[in-house]
């Protein structure tokens, strides 16, 4: 068994805090400067000693003029052209891991990815084993235009989420946002190429217009839902069910205030725990009626405070601890494993070309 997280934020750290993916969280953390910067919480060895094989590892472009941009977010975009200058350094920046690294695969194609998958099969060979990151865009905010989608699939790109944030393609954020015309062009460019579909963090009727426009695969790499946490960035009741009957598959983040409605930042660590997790995971197989539809999407490295993360989990290496938090709760072994990692390797798969 192993875990997929369909959402973690490596080349962004790297980028705007000078993380080091290859050394243990705990070292990153040590060399830390910074006293406002968020802690470290993912690295290579983490992720492996966690069983996670598989991650989407986001790129995204923070505006300078965002009201909600992070004090620690050190390099952001002005316009266009600085904008595509970021998110292509981040996809460098994935390439350089994974050649500086034995251990590391980008998984641009089917035969990357059953070669990671192989990898975790050998038993012994625990040293062979591989971790994939499939680059993901975090907001279509660098793609000039629809047609220029082509051009970003040859620097890496493998999953696309128009939103966060509001540009070209999405009209506002919160419920009362939709997509522009531009943004349904881009969902036609996108299907053209077969780019597996993220709408996390799109406004509702952005969401409903993009599932119900969009004939690729689709996901929801990193939400909750919103009747666990009142929250623009969850998804109602109606949103989560029209995404089941689309295929879909929701990935659950493990951040505190979207598993837990009464928790706020201050609160202390012990009142969630991965239990409230599995609460989310429960909510979304009760509404599909099967665990098909939903997944991991941890975002646990997207600027939050130790805190602000369920009581057992510290690195990425904690991960892992869902496999029992999950039988804990009555789900058999395959149930379990979809769960954790084979629904979204169910998406992914169908979205990739063979070579």
Not at 279 to 292: E, R, Y
Request: aromatic share 6%; with cysteine; glycine share 8%.
């Amino acid at each position: 068994m192993i875990v997929v997280d369909a959402m973690q934020n490596i080349a962004p750290n790297a980028l705007q805090l000078g993380r080091d993916y290859a050394s243990w969280a705990w070292c990153q953390r040590r060399a830390q400067s910074s006293p406002n910067a968020p802690p470290a919480i993912t690295s290579l060895r983490d992720n492996l000693l966690g069983r996670v094989a598989l991650v989407f590892g986001s790129v995204q472009v923070w505006d300078e003029a965002a009201q909600r941009r992070p004090d620690w977010a050190r390099h952001t975009s002005r316009g266009q052209a600085e904008a595509q200058r970021i998110a292509r350094w981040q996809l460098d920046h994935y390439q350089r891991l994974a050649d500086d690294n034995q251990s590391i695969r980008l998984v641009l194609c089917l035969q990357d990815l059953d070669e990671v998958l192989a990898s975790w099969r050998a038993k012994d060979d625990i040293g062979g084993r591989l971790q994939g990151i499939v680059p993901t865009l975090k907001g279509a905010a660098p793609v000039s235009e629809p047609k220029q989608i082509e051009e970003w699939l040859d620097y890496g790109l493998r999953i696309v989420a128009p939103a966060p944030g509001s540009n070209r393609y999405v009209a506002s954020v919160g419920d009362g946002g939709d997509l522009t015309l531009p943004g349904c062009e881009l969902l036609e460019a996108l299907e053209s190429f077969n780019i597996l579909l993220d709408i996390a963090r799109l406004p509702e009727r952005a969401a409903a217009a993009a599932i119900d426009r969009y004939e690729g695969a689709i996901i929801v790499s990193h939400s909750s839902p919103r009747r666990i946490a009142d929250h623009p960035r969850c998804l109602s009741d109606e949103m989560i069910r029209q995404l089941c009957q689309r295929d879909g598959v929701m990935g659950i983040m493990l951040y505190n205030r979207f598993l837990r409605r009464d928790w706020q930042p201050g609160d202390p660590k012990r009142r969630v725990n991965l239990s409230h997790w599995v609460d989310a995971v429960d909510h979304v197989c009760q509404l599909a009626g099967s665990v098909a539809h939903v997944g991991l999407g941890s975002d646990m490295d997207g600027g939050y405070a130790l805190s602000s993360l369920p009581a057992e989990v510290d690195t990425s290496c904690d991960l892992w601890l869902l496999r029992g938090a999950l039988a804990e709760r009555g789900f058999s072994d395959d149930e379990t494993a979809a769960i954790l990692g084979g629904n979204m390797l169910r998406k992914l798969r169908e979205s990739l070309a063979d070579g």
